[in-house]
């Protein structure tokens, strides 16, 4: 049977209170990223994170960001990249603190698309993750798109797994379309499920154009703070057993 990675992402509380549905979130996806204080989450809401992975049988991932909680992680901050190692490094340590198992890595917001596209972000946020794969015995994976995250984990010696935003437009190049303009979000259950279907099976996805692009992932991305975060989510899952693919944590 064919399978493939569903994740969310996850813990991401803001002053006490959750952005998305998490015990829903939790019976659906296979894979959950959680907040680890950077852009949001607190040490309740990584314990409550643990505790959700343990119930639901998912594999939980950390998701760091820069230190930005007034702007949700979509800031990038001028950093020197000893300072981003030591802010990433500091966010794995707390999530662990809480008595997360991580299994991957999945960088946030801004930190994700620098990450993508700056060798000495991408090398930062690598070498926090080596830290982390030091401490637990075992090389953790990084879990993003974008070639100097790629390049800067092969460096290292860490694995990379691409994942593709089911959620998320994608242009033609196949880069994301920016959020705020048009074609950024969708939000329509129905429409998502068949883009995962598809993404599946055959490793496309359909750009904002028309086109298909090639989009080869082992984990797809619905973000669990849309308002229809769990409708898609279960929609994707109805689609992909009706398909016939497993959904399961590569990790």
């Known amino acids: ?6 994740n969310a992402d996850l813990g991401e509380t803001v002053e006490g209170v959750p952005t998305a549905d998490d015990e829903a979130m939790f019976a659906v996806v296979s ?10 989450g607190d040490a309740a809401s990584m314990r409550e994170a643990v505790d959700r992975a343990r119930r639901f049988g998912v594999a939980l991932g950390a998701h760091p960001s820069f230190p930005d909680r007034a ?31 991580i299994r991957y890595v999945k960088p946030h917001g801004a930190l ?22 030091d401490r637990v015995g075992r090389a953790v994976p ?15 010696g860490l694995p990379f797994v691409r994942e593709a935003f089911l ?5 033609a190049d196949g880069g994301l379309v920016p959020r705020g303009a048009p074609g ?18 055959e490793g496309v996805v359909q750009a904002v154009d028309g086109k298909l692009v090639r989009a080869d992932a082992a984990s797809l991305c619905v973000h669990g703070d849309s308002p229809s975060a769990v409708a898609m989510a279960r929609a994707v899952r109805a689609a992909l057993d009706d398909a016939g693919v497993g959904v399961r944590a590569p990790w």
């Open 1 to 6: 049977m064919a399978t493939i990675d569903l």
């Open 31 to 40: 894979s959950a990223s959680v907040a680890c204080g950077g852009h949001a």
């Open 71 to 101: 702007g949700f992680g979509r800031v990038a901050l001028p950093l020197d990249p000893d300072d981003l190692r030591a802010a990433v490094d500091a966010q794995l340590a707390d999530l662990a603190a809480a008595g997360a198992d």
């Open 112 to 133: 994700y698309h620098a990450a993508g596209s700056d060798p000495a972000v991408a090398r930062a946020v690598a070498a926090a993750v080596v830290r982390l794969s």
């Open 142 to 156: 990084l879990l993003a798109l974008g070639d100097a995250l790629a390049t800067a984990a092969a460096e290292i």
């Open 167 to 171: 959620d998320r437009g994608y242009l």
């Open 184 to 201: 950024a979000l969708l939000d329509d259950p129905a429409r998502v499920a068949e883009r995962a279907v598809l993404l599946a099976r």
